[in-house]
């Protein structure tokens, strides 16, 4: 089953990362509606804005720099929400940063009971992911039960929920890439034959003939 549908008694529980991104807070706020336990991490008064919009139903997860603050904050969510079945990492982290944060799932999947099955981390954004580097690490971390993604695609304020339900039911399917915005189809190209450029000379020279005049 995809990240997209709850299942079961129990709520499933989310972290977003980078929520002052367009599609980190989407994605929070998203997920909270549908009744997932959403944990959010990003700048102060993103998260505050967060805590009022869902009205209490996204928790603030301060995530300072360092691995030993990434597993503290690993431990905290799982406590505060339990295992978790989702974590985005949006655009502002980057690369560097969504990677270490990547292992540190994987070590807590390895400390726990068994592999963390049916865990989905996506790194979101739009360049700076070195999709060799990520296809690597997503063979590495699958022995521990993590399914490792990449969203691709500029996101505004405007299209960012239609991006997060983009990515949402895109984890429902194979792909290791999912768009998060529509192809736009291809522009028609004009012709531009000699007849066609040899009429916008000449009506250039005229104009600038009767300019003079």
């Not at 804005?49 to 995530?63: F, I, K, M």
């Not at 540190?104 to 580097?133: C, F, S």
Request: proline letters at 6%.
């Amino acid at each position: 089953m995809g990240a997209a549908t709850p299942g079961g008694a129990s709520r499933p529980a989310a972290w977003v990362v980078g929520a002052e991104a367009a599609l980190g807070r989407a994605l929070a706020l998203h997920l909270a509606a549908r009744g997932w336990r959403v944990a959010a991490s990003g700048g102060t008064a993103a998260l505050g804005e967060l805590a009022a919009a869902s009205q209490g139903a996204v928790v603030a997860c301060p995530l300072a720099e360092g691995l030993p603050a990434a597993r503290r904050a690993v431990a905290t969510i799982q406590r505060i929400a339990g295992p978790l079945r989702l974590v985005v990492v949006a655009a502002p982290a980057g690369w560097r940063r969504a990677s270490a944060l990547i292992r540190v799932l994987g070590e807590a999947a390895e400390a726990a009971a068994g592999p963390a099955m049916g865990l989905q981390v996506v790194v979101a954004g739009d360049g700076g992911v070195p999709e060799a580097a990520a296809r690597r690490l997503r063979a590495e971390m699958a022995a521990a039960g993590l399914d490792l993604r990449l969203a691709r695609g500029t996101t505004d304020s405007w299209a960012a929920f239609a991006a997060a339900e983009r990515l949402l039911a895109g984890l429902a399917g194979p792909d290791f890439e999912i768009a998060l915005a529509p192809e736009s189809p291809a522009a028609p190209r004009r012709r531009t034959g000699w007849r066609t450029g040899w009429r916008a000379w000449g009506r250039r020279w005229w104009a600038r003939s009767c300019g003079r005049s």
